[in-house]
């Protein structure tokens, strides 16, 4: 039984595995000094599906909590505040980079020097894409 139990658990985890409706790719984190409490990261995620998708949860085990943040533009000044998900478009792509869309990444659980790796997943009601993020100056 209790083999048979694992057995599905291997199928399952195979299965999200192989969902290819998303991919996540040139992902990044901006490097700063081990001092620093909250980091940005950047990824583009595109939808090779034909509907839209959504992701609304943001993971590492790397971070104490991740947020999808973009910067907006408050009478001239800059200013950054939560966003509640990412929609991404059918056959589409969002990309988040400086300036925009990003993902705020609190309270490192390790050291991450230029060139460390971290993986991220993000996940929504229907969907999950899993990113890696490189360390390294912008
Ligand atoms: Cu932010």
Same mark, same amino acid.
């Given at each position: ?5 694992? =057995? @599905? @658990?291997? *199928?399952?985890? $195979? ?13 990044? %984190?901006?490097?700063?000094?081990? *001092? &620093?409490?909250?980091? &940005? ?12 998708? *959504? ?5 590492? *085990? ?5 947020? %999808?943040?973009?910067? %907006? ?10 966003? /509640?998900?990412?929609? $991404?478009? &059918? ?6 980079? /400086?300036?925009? =869309?990003?993902?705020? =990444? ?5 050291? =991450? ?6 993986? %991220? ?9 899993? &990113? ?5 100056? /912008?």
């Amino acid at each position: 039984m209790r083999a048979l139990l694992w =057995l @599905l @658990l291997v *199928v399952v985890t $195979v299965a999200q595995a192989g969902d290819a409706t998303l991919a996540a790719r040139d992902g990044w %984190i901006r490097a700063a000094p081990p *001092v &620093a409490k909250v980091r &940005a990261g950047y990824l583009v995620i595109e939808n090779r599906g034909d509907a839209e998708v *959504v992701l609304d949860t943001a993971t590492s *085990v790397d971070f104490g909590a991740v947020e %999808i943040h973009e910067m %907006i533009n408050d009478a001239g000044t800059m200013r950054m505040r939560r966003v /509640p998900e990412l929609r $991404v478009p &059918a056959n589409g792509r969002v990309e988040l980079k /400086p300036g925009g =869309l990003h993902l705020m =990444l609190f309270r490192p659980q390790r050291e =991450l020097p230029e060139g460390a790796e971290v993986k %991220i997943a993000l996940q929504g009601p229907k969907a999950r894409v899993e &990113a890696r993020l490189l360390v390294r100056a /912008p």
